[in-house]
């Protein structure tokens, strides 16, 4: 009995199969979702312990490969590539080289339990690829908003920075100025120590002078008594 892993995979490699058969639109964008499904489903059916038998992992991985090539034919800008690349990637047409071989087609109805209709089972599979995808834009979104509000921050940290940066820049030409008119000051207040100074001199100079010639005065007028 198929595991639950290989009968979603089965489901969505022929919704695929379907898809890629149809004539699409440039808009349509869930073929590429369901291949890229397809080939993690695959990875997880390889190292599943109820993995099927490696012949069928072959054809699975061969329908897969071929799916994938398809879309990158789909790609090409130049008419003459995608032919080019049609020829290598199918020799039969389309539908032909998207069936089963008898041998892993018989296998596979042993193999495959589907519980569900088709209609409901892709109807199912485009639900959660479509939640997936809802979830990439979210997170694509989510990411964008996280980048500009770093940058804001950014920038607003610059800004303070800058800030920061002015005052401190004025700060240190205030100080200067207030250390030149220190200093200014300083000299100043030296000058006029050194005037006071002098005038002390001089005041002291004339006193003693003014002594002496007094001693010498009162020692003429009044001589000693014997």
Known sequence: MA?????????LLSRCETMASEKRGEAEWRLEKYV???????VALRKSPSKPTQEILT??????????GLLEAEKLAS???????????????????????????????????????ERQSAAELDAVLQHHHNLQEKLAEDMLNLARNL????????????????????SMRQADLNFEKLKT????????AKKSVNWLLWLM???VSFTFISMI??????????
Do not use: C, W
């Open 205 to 207: 100079l004339i006193l």
């Open 79 to 117: 008419p003459t590539e995608k032919a080019l690349a049609n020829q290598f990637l199918a020799p039969a047409d389309v539908g032909q080289s998207l069936m089963f071989s008898p041998t892993a087609d018989g296998d596979l109805r042993n193999r495959r339990v589907l519980p569900l209709d």
């Open 151 to 170: 940058k804001n921050n950014t920038l607003a940290a610059q800004n303070i920075i800058k800030q920061d940066n002015q005052t401190l820049s004025q």
């Open 36 to 42: 890229a499904a397809l080939v993690d489903m695959l």
């Open 217 to 226: 005065l009162f020692i003429r007028i009044f001589p000693r008594l014997r």
């Open 59 to 68: 054809e699975y991985t061969r329908k897969v490969d071929f799916l994938k």
């Open 3 to 11: 595991s639950r892993l290989e009968i979603n995979f089965v489901r």
């Open 185 to 192: 000051e300083s000299e100043r207040l030296e000058q006029h």
